[in-house]
């Protein structure tokens, strides 16, 4: 089984303070991608990864960076957390898109809430 | 811009009703779809997908969905649902990037 862990699933943090998001997948997925899910706008994409030390900006990367130093590991960071990014934060990660079998596993989120 | 439409944000049914929440997509050619499912509490799950073929989708838990390529649709079906089917529901395409739609919250009234 795939399994995408993050690192805390609630998160409290003020603004202003800098927020490290973590992910680790145990499949060794050569993609791994950054979400941000809000009430009405489904699951939005930050940033993804297709390698270790790529990445690409998704649709909303504003106040948002990415470090891909390990290939299992990707993680979010808020340079300085503002209260417009109070949402839930999901991970996911899959196989390289060259194959034809791309569905992307999820981790179980983490719901940060700024201050 | 890609774009995925879910037709419903909110569905509340009886159990043992039939279950159809629609999808759209806004873009031809080659596309692959998918229905992902959140259980409260749960994470995300994929509940079924569409490469190509048999345009007639079968997934878990008894769901199917139908992609319909000159509705661009990808409607996901449910012939007599359960209180445990209770979630919010994704569609999701991909061509370049995974999209997804809003989401649709499906409470089921025992």
């Known amino acids: 089984d795939v399994k995408v862990t993050q690192s805390s699933r609630y998160l409290v943090k003020r603004t202003g303070e800098k927020v490290f998001l973590e992910c680790v997948q145990d499949?060794?997925?050569?993609?791994m991608f950054w979400y941000r899910q809000d009430p009405g706008l489904g699951l939005r994409l930050i940033y993804f990864s297709y390698d270790v030390k790529m990445k690409e900006k998704g649709d909303i990367p504003e106040g948002y960076s990415v470090s891909r130093e390990k290939k299992e590991r990707f993680s979010l960071i808020l340079e300085s957390a503002s209260t417009n990014q109070t949402s839930m934060y999901l991970c996911a990660s899959s196989e390289s898109s060259g194959r034809a079998y791309n569905e992307q596993f999820f981790g179980p989120g983490t719901r940060l809430t700024v201050l | 811009a890609q774009s995925v439409s879910q037709h419903n944000h909110h569905v509340i049914l009886s159990e043992a009703a039939s279950l159809e929440l629609g999808c759209n997509y806004s873009y031809g050619g080659t596309v692959n779809l998918f229905w992902y499912v959140q259980y409260p509490g749960q994470h995300l799950q994929l509940l079924l997908k569409y490469f190509s073929g048999d345009p007639l989708v079968k997934g878990i838990k008894g769901f199917e969905a139908e992609f319909i390529k000159s509705k661009f649709s990808f409607n996901l079906r449910k012939p007599s649902v359960q209180w445990s089917d209770t979630a919010e529901y994704f569609c999701a395409a991909l061509r370049n990037k995974l999209v997804f739609g809003a989401g649709t919250i499906l409470r089921v009234k025992s």
């Open positions: 499949m060794d997925h050569e993609n």
